[in-house]
């Protein structure tokens, strides 16, 4: 069993930055495909960024160029920096994995999620 937890939300003005953490316990991080997800009110939760156990990623065309993901194996974390952030981008993050494969939106594991919120 995986355990995620996420840390580094908060309220934060339009063209600044945050840096979400996901800290991994339990399973094997290494053969984790590990991702972020975001669910604004009233929308489905849709995928922001995702980062194989090998390192490829895929992000969202509305991040491309803003955010990154990133993994420390070592410390078995997953990150998503936040840049040039904008109201739109308000959301509850979650973090997912699935072992071997980025995690779809059927993720076996999943956070608790962390909120984000972009003020104008």
């Known amino acids: 069993q995986v355990q995620l937890v996420e840390s580094g939300g908060g309220l934060v003005q339009a063209g600044g930055s945050l840096r979400l953490s996901c800290a991994a316990s339990g399973g094997t991080f290494r053969s984790l495909g590990m991702g972020w997800y975001r669910q604004a009110p009233g929308k489905q939760r849709e995928l922001v960024a995702a980062?194989?156990?090998?390192?490829?990623?895929n992000y969202a065309d509305s991040v491309k160029g803003r955010f990154t993901i990133s993994r420390d194996n070592a410390k078995k974390t997953v990150y998503l920096q936040m840049n040039s952030l904008k109201p739109e981008d308000t959301a509850v993050y979650y973090c997912?994995?699935?072992?071997?494969?980025?995690?779809?939106?059927?993720?076996?594991?999943w956070g608790q999620g962390t909120q984000v919120t972009v003020s104008s």
């Open positions: 997912a994995a699935a072992y071997f494969r980025m995690p779809t939106n059927q993720a076996t594991y």
């Open positions: 980062i194989t156990s090998g390192g490829s990623t």
